[in-house]
């Protein structure tokens, strides 16, 4: 620190040894000045003279799978100075080295005194290290060689036939079956493009995708691997969530001992992904607080003489039940789901996915489990024994040559024949894609850079399909009263807001394709994903 006295004009200098608090000097210590009577404080810092650092506190949480058995998370302080300051956001997953330091909790006064001889601690970093870096800063520390063999990967991928198809069987390569959600989950993670008007209006990129199904198949396995996938993926529950904790909180800052707002999930998921799991089981008052988060992207909060507007550009994924646990086929859609209408046509997406029992599927499904569980430990053994050459690709899906050994039951052989050529092809196709999760990351980055336009041939299509399926919507079902539900009373009715969500995953097949522009198939396969979402219901019917 630099003092001048105004008596005397000296410059003082002052080495701060204590890192986190000082005293300054009042007295001047020159000759002149100490000759004469101390009447006042004739001192004054000079900003421009001294040297400041910038310092950051962190607070560093434990990772869930690393917690210690019957333990709660810990959490302990960080301090960052220089250019260590502002690497890390609330949300990403680091790795800190640094030395680990005992800290007083006061240095004199009343403080002090009733801590005794108790000291907290803290970690003087050294050096930070962001792990699932967002989409933009995906290759920066990368080597040549690993860039070049990234390369060719993606464009192998990219001009193969069909790249959709070969990076959604990349998504949960464990669980069978679901193709069109998967492949909406993909399409999720690509997003659509963001668009800003001159006027200062938005319309929102992010693709919202609920699945609604009977217990059992897999929406929960699906939701935690698309957190873990994507850059910025937070994963929460109905009941374990309020209102505030998915929104924002008001909260006491411990430096300062001001009101600060401290962000929830949805705020830490901005730019990323919010799985939300027992969507039907949260609270109708937490649950409004989503509302503005999927239409308008921001958090508003008026608390505590706090007026802030927060970012929370996150796509939101749910996993729900139906009212009655599981579906009941003899009432209407809009009864057997248990979520309000202006909350349902937010989602881009909402697959109804049922638990029918049929031979085929069902035998298929349980040859790719006992495979996966056969399996899994013995790849990794067998790569160290032929040079690494399977290792690390993860659970595959039964092929033709190691279908006999699961099933060696007499009475089951002449199901065989009929049930190796839907189990064959789910094989070929996980055995094709071995996209590993950091390919899939990277397509999904070089994707994101594209922004795909609507072409003026291609906009007069999506307004005839938009009408077309609004006069379907309108015509079908009366009241929806029946079991498929497709009248004007049911609760998954045409909006303009599907016109949009056409519109956006038009866009997001058109940046997997690193096209700029959407043609017309996007369009195709954006209403077929729709039409999808009531699949279940159809064939049952």
Same mark, same amino acid.
């Given at each position: 620190a630099t003092y001048t006295?105004?008596e005397? +004009?000296?410059?003082?200098y002052?080495v701060?040894?204590?890192?986190r608090?000082?005293?300054?000097?009042r007295?001047c210590?020159?000759?002149?000045?100490?000759n004469?009577?101390r009447s006042?404080?004739?001192?004054h810092l000079q900003?421009?003279?001294?040297?400041f650092v910038?310092?950051?506190?962190l !607070?560093?949480?434990?990772?869930p799978n690393q917690?210690?058995?019957g %333990?709660i998370?810990?959490?302990?302080?960080?301090?960052?100075?220089?250019?260590l300051?502002r690497m890390?956001?609330? +949300?990403?997953?680091v790795t800190i080295d640094?030395?680990?330091?005992?800290?007083?909790?006061?240095?004199?006064g009343? $403080?002090?005194?009733q801590?005794g001889?108790?000291s907290t601690t803290?970690l003087e970093?050294? @050096?930070?290290?962001? %792990?699932?870096?967002?989409y933009?800063e995906s290759?920066e520390?990368?080597?040549?060689?690993?860039?070049r063999a990234?390369d !060719?990967?993606v464009m192998?991928?990219?001009?193969g036939?069909?790249?959709?198809g070969a990076?959604s069987?990349a998504?949960a390569p464990?669980?069978f079956? %679901?193709?069109?959600?998967k $492949?909406?989950?993909?399409?999720q993670?690509v997003?659509?493009?963001?668009r !800003?008007?001159?006027?200062?209006?938005?319309?929102r990129?992010?693709?919202?995708v609920?699945?609604?199904?009977?217990?059992g198949?897999a929406k929960?396995?699906?939701?935690k %691997?698309?957190?873990?996938?994507a850059?910025r993926?937070v994963?929460?529950?109905?009941k +374990?969530s309020?209102?505030?904790?998915?929104t924002?909180?008001v909260t006491k800052?411990?430096?300062?001992?001001?009101m600060?707002?401290?962000?929830g999930?949805?705020?830490l998921a901005?730019?990323?992904i919010c799985?939300i799991d027992?969507?039907?089981k949260?609270d109708?008052?937490?649950?409004?607080?989503?509302?503005?988060v999927?239409?308008?992207?921001?958090v508003?909060?008026a608390k505590?003489g706090?007026?802030?507007t927060?970012?929370?550009?996150?796509?939101?994924l749910?996993a729900?039940?139906p009212?009655?646990?599981?579906? @009941?086929?003899n009432k209407?859609?809009?009864?057997?789901v @248990?979520l309000?209408?202006?909350?349902?046509?937010?989602f881009d997406? *909402?697959?109804?996915i049922?638990d029918?029992?049929?031979?085929? =599927?069902d035998?298929?499904?349980?040859r790719h489990v006992?495979?996966?569980?056969? @399996?899994e430990?013995l790849?990794d053994a067998?790569g160290?024994g032929?040079?690494?050459?399977a290792k690390? $690709?993860?659970?595959?899906t #039964?092929t033709?040559?190691e279908?006999?050994?699961?099933?060696e039951d007499?009475?089951?052989d002449?199901?065989?024949?009929?049930?190796?050529n839907?189990?064959?092809q789910?094989g070929?196709r996980?055995? !094709?894609?071995?996209?590993t999760p950091?390919?899939? =990351?990277?397509?999904i980055?070089r994707?994101?850079r594209?922004q795909p336009v609507v072409?003026?041939d291609v906009?007069p299509?999506?307004v005839?399909a938009?009408v077309?399926l609004?006069?379907?919507?309108?015509?079908?079902?009366g009241?929806?009263g +029946?079991?498929?539900?497709g009248?004007?009373g049911?609760?998954?009715? *045409?909006t303009?807001r599907?016109?949009?969500s056409?519109l956006r995953l038009?866009?997001?097949l058109? $940046?997997?394709?690193?096209?700029?522009?959407?043609?017309?198939e996007?369009?195709?396969?954006? #209403?077929?994903?729709?039409?999808m979402s009531k699949a279940?219901?159809i064939?049952?019917?």
């Amino acid at each position: 620190a630099t003092y001048t006295c105004d008596e005397c +004009g000296c410059e003082i200098y002052q080495v701060v040894a204590n890192k986190r608090e000082f005293m300054p000097q009042r007295l001047c210590p020159s000759e002149q000045c100490g000759n004469r009577p101390r009447s006042a404080e004739t001192l004054h810092l000079q900003t421009r003279g001294s040297k400041f650092v910038k310092f950051q506190e962190l !607070k560093l949480q434990e990772l869930p799978n690393q917690v210690p058995m019957g %333990h709660i998370p810990r959490s302990m302080s960080v301090h960052c100075r220089g250019d260590l300051t502002r690497m890390a956001c609330p +949300g990403d997953v680091v790795t800190i080295d640094g030395v680990f330091l005992p800290q007083r909790v006061a240095e004199s006064g009343y $403080r002090a005194m009733q801590a005794g001889l108790v000291s907290t601690t803290f970690l003087e970093a050294q @050096n930070v290290a962001v %792990h699932k870096k967002s989409y933009d800063e995906s290759q920066e520390n990368s080597s040549q060689e690993e860039r070049r063999a990234l390369d !060719k990967a993606v464009m192998s991928i990219a001009t193969g036939p069909d790249p959709v198809g070969a990076l959604s069987s990349a998504i949960a390569p464990e669980i069978f079956g %679901h193709e069109d959600v998967k $492949r909406s989950l993909l399409l999720q993670l690509v997003g659509g493009v963001t668009r !800003k008007l001159p006027d200062g209006m938005r319309i929102r990129g992010d693709v919202n995708v609920c699945l609604m199904g009977d217990p059992g198949v897999a929406k929960s396995q699906l939701l935690k %691997h698309v957190a873990s996938i994507a850059p910025r993926g937070v994963y929460t529950t109905g009941k +374990g969530s309020s209102g505030v904790g998915l929104t924002a909180a008001v909260t006491k800052d411990v430096a300062t001992g001001e009101m600060a707002l401290e962000g929830g999930a949805l705020v830490l998921a901005d730019r990323g992904i919010c799985a939300i799991d027992e969507f039907d089981k949260m609270d109708e008052a937490d649950r409004t607080a989503i509302h503005e988060v999927m239409e308008q992207q921001t958090v508003s909060v008026a608390k505590a003489g706090i007026v802030a507007t927060l970012n929370a550009r996150a796509a939101v994924l749910a996993a729900a039940n139906p009212l009655y646990g599981r579906y @009941n086929r003899n009432k209407s859609l809009s009864e057997n789901v @248990n979520l309000p209408n202006s909350l349902l046509s937010r989602f881009d997406l *909402m697959f109804l996915i049922l638990d029918v029992a049929d031979v085929d =599927r069902d035998m298929a499904l349980a040859r790719h489990v006992t495979f996966v569980h056969q @399996n899994e430990g013995l790849e990794d053994a067998a790569g160290n024994g032929a040079g690494g050459g399977a290792k690390g $690709r993860g659970p595959r899906t #039964i092929t033709d040559d190691e279908d006999d050994i699961d099933m060696e039951d007499d009475d089951l052989d002449d199901m065989d024949d009929d049930d190796d050529n839907g189990a064959d092809q789910g094989g070929q196709r996980s055995r !094709k894609s071995e996209v590993t999760p950091r390919l899939l =990351r990277e397509y999904i980055a070089r994707a994101r850079r594209h922004q795909p336009v609507v072409p003026p041939d291609v906009a007069p299509y999506i307004v005839e399909a938009y009408v077309g399926l609004r006069m379907q919507d309108g015509q079908g079902g009366g009241g929806g009263g +029946g079991p498929d539900g497709g009248g004007p009373g049911d609760q998954t009715a *045409m909006t303009a807001r599907q016109l949009l969500s056409i519109l956006r995953l038009g866009q997001a097949l058109g $940046r997997l394709r690193f096209s700029d522009y959407v043609a017309r198939e996007d369009v195709d396969e954006a #209403i077929r994903l729709t039409h999808m979402s009531k699949a279940s219901l159809i064939e049952q019917e």
